[in-house]
């Protein structure tokens, strides 16, 4: 049965069938609506065990009249589709909005983007990419890289995330071998690299890893890496930036959560399974801008470009 919203009509056979004791589930056939409507509305205007059809439809005349009063504008909703163009999440939107004295719910955002997809529109297509699936089986013993220093080595005020400087780094792979991402993030600013190279191999991830942070070698203290062979270069890495690259334990990825998070973000700009051979520098920088001036919740809704560009002016 669709929704309908009950008339004053309905009201007043609501008011005179419950003087008679017939129940609610009896109302709602007779009056033909589902009985969630008789108890929703039982609800919101019955006082004191009494239930008035004038006062119920007075009341909802003034609920409906206070709603319109808050009916988001026009200029605010193409607003909201602008910023959900450059793949703003609709919490970000609703935090700057309502920060900036226009509010607005996610909620509402969301059901917004809902109901443009069910009228044909595409705005669904820049909301984030869901959670991985990660397979159970068997787990592989980790390969041993030589010289490879423990996370349980690293200086503890890497955790805390007080100081700038203290990076993350992971790999994305492309379609069978065509290639491979390399992906580096600051932990305190959540501030985004990516270079595509030729493939996964430690000469080409050092080399890319060098070039990457080289002209903020000053801002790099520490590097943390999981145990993948791509990484056998860490000494050379180390030495080409003056810094300390440390070791996740084995299959423990919130050890570099925040990187981890980051290349979900990624997947929204190069899908799972792409052929990188396809893809172009120009899209890779496009994905890196896209993600580092997106506002982040765990800043406080500020965007991580910002914030590392103020803290490297002043380092």
Same mark, same amino acid.
């Given at each position: 049965?669709?929704?309908?919203?009950?008339?004053?009509?309905?009201?007043?056979?609501?008011?005179?069938?419950?003087?008679?004791?017939?129940?609610?589930?009896?109302?709602?056939?007779?009056?033909?609506?589902?009985?969630?409507?008789?108890?929703?509305?039982?609800?919101?205007?019955?006082?004191?065990?009494?239930?008035?059809?004038?006062?119920?439809?007075?009341?909802?005349?003034?609920?409906?009249?206070?709603?319109?009063?808050?009916?988001?504008?026009?200029?605010?909703?193409?607003?909201?589709?602008?910023?959900?163009?450059?793949?703003?999440?609709?919490?970000?939107?609703?935090?700057?909005?309502?920060?900036?004295?226009?509010?607005?719910?996610?909620?509402?955002?969301?059901?917004?983007?809902?109901?443009?997809?069910?009228?044909?529109?595409?705005?669904?297509?820049?909301?984030?990419?869901?959670?991985?699936?990660?397979?159970?089986?068997?787990?592989?013993?980790?390969?041993?890289?030589?010289?490879?220093?423990?996370?349980?080595?690293?200086?503890?005020?890497?955790?805390? &995330? %007080?100081?700038? /400087?203290?990076? $993350? #780094?992971?790999?994305? =792979?492309?379609?069978?071998?065509?290639? *491979?991402?390399?992906?580096?993030?600051?932990?305190?600013?959540?501030?985004?690299?990516?270079?595509?190279?030729?493939?996964?191999?430690?000469?080409?991830?050092?080399?890319?890893?060098?070039?990457?942070?080289?002209?903020?070698?000053?801002?790099?203290?520490?590097?943390?890496?999981?145990?993948? &062979? %791509?990484?056998? /270069?860490?000494? $050379? #890495?180390?030495?080409? =930036?003056?810094?300390?690259?440390?070791? *996740?334990?084995?299959?423990?990825?919130?050890?570099?959560?925040?990187?981890?998070?980051?290349?979900?973000?990624?997947?929204?700009?190069?899908?799972?399974?792409?052929?990188?051979?396809?893809?172009?520098?120009?899209?890779?920088?496009?994905?890196?801008?896209?993600?580092?001036?997106?506002?982040?919740?765990?800043?406080?809704?500020?965007?991580?470009?910002?914030?590392?560009?103020?803290?490297?002016?002043?380092?």
């Amino acid at each position: 049965m669709s929704y309908q919203q009950l008339t004053e009509g309905r009201r007043y056979q609501i008011s005179a069938l419950l003087e008679l004791g017939i129940s609610v589930s009896e109302i709602a056939k007779k009056v033909k609506c589902h009985r969630a409507t008789i108890y929703r509305e039982l609800k919101r205007n019955r006082t004191s065990d009494l239930y008035c059809p004038v006062q119920a439809e007075a009341s909802t005349m003034e609920r409906r009249k206070a709603a319109r009063k808050y009916r988001i504008p026009v200029e605010r909703i193409e607003f909201i589709k602008l910023l959900l163009s450059i793949d703003w999440s609709p919490e970000q939107i609703a935090n700057v909005l309502t920060s900036a004295g226009a509010p607005v719910s996610h909620e509402w955002i969301y059901q917004y983007i809902a109901f443009d997809k069910r009228t044909g529109g595409k705005l669904y297509r820049h909301l984030r990419q869901g959670h991985k699936r990660y397979r159970k089986g068997q787990r592989v013993k980790a390969p041993t890289i030589k010289h490879a220093v423990s996370i349980d080595e690293r200086p503890s005020v890497v955790d805390t &995330r %007080e100081r700038y /400087g203290d990076w $993350e #780094i992971n790999t994305v =792979l492309g379609k069978h071998g065509s290639g *491979a991402i390399v992906t580096i993030l600051e932990r305190k600013s959540r501030f985004y690299l990516i270079k595509k190279v030729v493939s996964k191999s430690a000469v080409e991830v050092t080399k890319a890893t060098i070039e990457m942070l080289m002209p903020y070698k000053h801002l790099v203290h520490t590097i943390t890496a999981d145990n993948g &062979r %791509e990484f056998a /270069g860490h000494q $050379e #890495i180390a030495e080409a =930036l003056e810094a300390e690259l440390y070791f *996740a334990h084995p299959y423990s990825s919130w050890e570099r959560g925040a990187n981890e998070n980051a290349n979900g973000l990624l997947r929204q700009y190069v899908k799972k399974g792409t052929d990188l051979r396809t893809v172009t520098d120009e899209q890779i920088e496009f994905a890196q801008t896209r993600i580092n001036n997106r506002p982040k919740k765990c800043l406080g809704f500020k965007q991580p470009a910002v914030i590392f560009k103020t803290m490297a002016m002043v380092a």
